[in-house]
């Protein structure tokens, strides 16, 4: 099995190529790395910023660089020992007008070759069985009294425009275009005998290249003056005629629609609640084989070395699809899923990979820098703040509710309609049964993303999971006892082998929107509205969690090493709610919550007359002040137009929240109003910056301590430590698109260059901590120790270390041994709660405050954090590891 030893994120764009890349590989090498860690590279809509909108798997995207771009950087890399991991996205595509396989569905329906590439229910009776095209900006009637559509000739055929987007014509719609001729053109009237003649035929091979080979002839035919002439008056005559263009419409196998259409109604499945990515039939072997093409060829051309799946949660069968993704890229191809795990759940043990791209590491280093003591502060705080005192168990379920009734409820129609097609019920049951409403209770109270089982019976851990959904139906919603017992009957004891595939369709497909729902539900509106404390508002982690303790950690990290080894360790990626330093030094706020409660009441009665008829509402005005000082630039430094970041935040976070505005109906009043109240309070010299800053400064250097300690953590636990692009400085970037801002390499190679030509000093780095060199510095010595030793972090055994003393609750130390090679690794845990009134964080007498070490752990040690030498016996003193800096990374002398 391959082993990336480490792995480094781009973000491929039409701003960052290839070439930018190629550019950038001397630093990356002198930097490290084991492994670049590529976004999406396959053709996307154009202009993407992030790539998992392709349009076409089957080529590199044009607007980062070519194939033999490519096969050059590879053989840069491979001299440089660097690997190639892929993102690749196989559950969805663009929903664009370059996406080719989906306007060949639209201009032939059900006769197109790539028919059932796509996950489209044409059997619903939406616009009589055909499939929407949810981008008008208003309704269809409304778009085409003004004349915004209208029929246009572009090579290689007919089509309708709307602005800037257009769409195919069939067959049917030609001939009304052409037959509406003022004048007889025998070339034009050759061309509709021969259209009548092609819809005659059954073969759609013949029927396809038929309706090709019109086409050309058509664009041939429009380069004669005469025949160009009459398409046009043609064209002309029919857009000045908005009840042909109905009647045209009407004949497509698409209906033009409003956008917002999809949210009560909607015939195929998409991404969350994204109109413009429709997803993929990927269960069916006839699109994995095409879609893979691509990704098969460099993979044999040895231009990949592994591949990280988007939303393995969209797929039909997520376990099927990695069984035959191994079978087609072979055993020693290294493989990750993108997997949301909630908490307490387990990473499915069946599945051939490596293991997931570090959500739930990111979550669990988050929890151990957290002060679980503060949990009660924090939560008594946010009720008396906001007056509310919904459980956030109960919130979740109600923010799920919302997104289900009020934005999905297309996808529930489409589950409740399947469900009455498959006659899983006895027709009669359906007349005192609410079955719709128990399918969206089964959706909504499901606690996780997904299950997997597909196969009855399922796993014996799915089926308790099932009976405690339904279970907790009957307590809630008594009314719907008896449906819920009927449902559960037929998933968990009527599988009988006549049933079974049916039931199996059924709850497959319910498991394609519990994921969606859950991301839209929490991700991207309970985490912008329950903001007891933002830092655990994160993709991965939960609003719910509040501290992790130390013997927890280590129980998960043994698991880990033994489980997956190979993992990714993320603790940021372009999906991340806050950069990693920005929650590294929101979870300071833990250990020094009665000072930060005290000054967040003192900034709401200072800063209330900024506030315009109560606008911000105070749970917004604590979410801004959360997310100002775990963003709010290092002290000296750039301030890299924050302001200007913040309000954008603040817009975003609003309607994400969907309470005073939202993105469907965007409240001005509300979200300008908000904004002017971000500029009073960040003006300089205002009475806030003036409180403001004494304490960030405080905030700001006990978060740094937190960000190197995860850093450490990242590299030396279980897994593959993952840098995400430009995080070797401070991450203190907010929400996309803040996260995905271009990244200044000339700055970090010129201070990569100083760092290691210059031999600073420990002091000089600390002295000079906020221009994040010490960051640097850091991540540079521990890529480089990973490339040096890359089988004892794969294999080696993870030990936790007993530590004695004073401080004992704030150290956490632990080894990795492997035979005769040794690291020990000790970081501090809430340095602000013990040594609140220190400015120099590393100051603090340790006193007693000691290591245990294994019977068998050598005695002689070098801490390549200082560079000092240590001779121990069978403790180490944190005092003595932790003098100039308190981190440590003792090794094998």
Known sequence: ????????????????????????????????????????????????????????????????????????????????????????????????????????????????????????????????????????????????SERQIQIDLKDPGFVFTYGEQFYPINLHGYVTILQTSYEPNDAISEIIVQIKELQQTDDDIAYALGFTELKEQLTSLNKSASVKKILRQCIEKINADTGIIKRISDEQYYQLCFWQETEKQINFRRFFTVNGLICLNMQLPTVFDTCHELIKELLDKDIIRGLRLDHIDGLYDPKGYLERLRALTGPETYIVVEKILEDGEKFPGDWPVQGSTGYDFLATVNNLFTQAESKHAFAGFYRELTKDKLPITRAILKKKSLILYEHMYGELENLYRLFCDLELINAELFKHHSFKQLIAEFLIRCPVYRYYGNGFPLPAAEQKAIKWIFKSIREAKPDLEKSADLLEDILLKQYTPARSKRILQFYQRCMQFTGPLMAKGVEDTLMYTYDRFIGHN???????????????????????????????????????????????????????????????????????????????????????????????????????????????????????????????????????????????????????????????????????????????LKFTSPGVADVYQGCEFWDLSMVDPDNRRPVDYDLREKALDAIVNDKITIDTLWKNRYDAQIKLWLSHLLFSERRANPGLFENSLYVPLTVKGKYKNNVLAFARSDKNRWYIVAIPLHLAQINPESSKPYELDWQNTRLILPADAPAQWQNIVSGKPHAVTDEIKIREIFKQLPLAILKLA
């Not at 590989?25 to 993407?48: D, H, K, N, Q």
């Not at 301030?639 to 001005?668: C, I, M, S």
């Open 538 to 712: 994160e993709v991965g982690d939960t609003p719910e969690t509040f501290g992790l303790p130390v013997d927890n950690f280590h129980s998960i990290m043994v698991k880990r090493q033994q489980q997956w080894p190979l993992a990714l360790n993320a603790t940021a990626t372009h999906d991340t709610k806050r950069g990693e330093g920005a929650r590294a030094r929101l979870n300071v706020l833990t250990d020094i919550a009665d000072e930060w409660l005290k000054m967040v009441t003192h900034w709401q009665q200072i800063n209330a007359p900024h506030k315009t008829d109560g606008s911000p509402d105070a749970n917004d005005e604590y979410l801004l002040y959360q997310s100002i000082i775990g963003s709010f630039p290092m002290p000296g430094e750039d301030d890299d137009d924050f302001l200007n970041r913040v309000k954008e935040y603040a817009v975003k976070g609003l309607r994400e929240a969907k309470l005073h505005t939202q993105w469907a109906e965007p409240n001005e009043v509300y979200e300008e109003s908000t904004q002017k109240f971000v500029s009073a309070i960040l003006k300089p010299g205002s009475g806030f910056m003036k409180s403001f800053l004494p304490f960030f400064k405080k905030v700001a250097d006990y978060g740094i301590i937190n960000s190197l300690s995860q850093m450490i």
């Open 1 to 144: 099995m391959h082993n990336p030893i480490t792995t480094y994120r781009i973000q491929f764009n039409k701003d960052f190529t290839f070439k930018h890349l190629k550019a950038i590989i001397p630093y990356l090498t002198r930097l490290g790395i084991g492994t670049l860690y590529a976004s999406p590279i396959f053709e996307a809509v154009p202009g993407s910023t992030h790539g998992y909108d392709v349009v076409n798997p089957l080529r590199i995207n044009p607007e980062i660089g070519t194939m033999a771009e490519l096969e050059s950087i590879s053989k840069l890399l491979k001299k440089n020992n660097i690997g190639w991991l892929q993102d690749i996205v196989p559950n969805h595509m663009a929903y664009h007008q370059n996406n080719a396989w989906l306007m060949d569905v639209l201009e032939k329906g059900k006769r197109s070759a790539y028919v059932d590439f796509f996950d489209i229910s044409w059997s619903a009776p939406i616009y009589n069985n055909r499939l929407m095209v949810p981008f008008l900006g208003v309704p269809f009637e409304e778009a085409l």
